[in-house]
């Protein structure tokens, strides 16, 4: 059974940096899009980033600048580096790949924590 697994989630102050890594138990053939995803208390799931198999990028506004999605196709893991951090990013934050035979797989959450 496939699974995800995120690392990296923690408490930081404003202004800090944190990087997220999401890698799968078992290797995945055909990723093409890998996927941030978070979601804060009471609110909606929003895409962050993502990233295609070609290494094309795409982020929410509220992070460019401040946030880097990087994959490293031969450890099907995926990275999020994230800078200048605000407490708006406090959030649960989740990876999803998807494949060319259009298998999904979704990891379980890690909690940031950005204290003002």
């Known amino acids: 059974q496939v699974q995800l697994v995120e690392s990296g989630g923690g408490l930081v102050q404003a202004g800090g940096s944190l990087r997220l890594s999401c890698a799968a138990s078992v290797r995945i053939f055909g990723i093409n899009d890998m996927t941030w995803y978070r979601q804060a208390a009471g609110k909606q799931r929003e895409l962050v980033a993502s990233i295609t198999s070609g290494g094309s990028t795409n982020y929410v506004d509220s992070v460019k600048g401040r946030v880097t999605i990087s994959r490293d196709n031969a450890k099907n893991t995926l990275y999020l580096q994230m800078n200048s951090l605000k407490p708006e990013d406090t959030a649960v934050y989740s990876c999803?790949?998807?494949?060319?035979?259009?298998?999904?797989?979704w990891g379980q959450g890690t909690q940031v924590t950005v204290s003002s």
């Open positions: 999803n790949f998807k494949t060319r035979w259009m298998s999904e797989y």
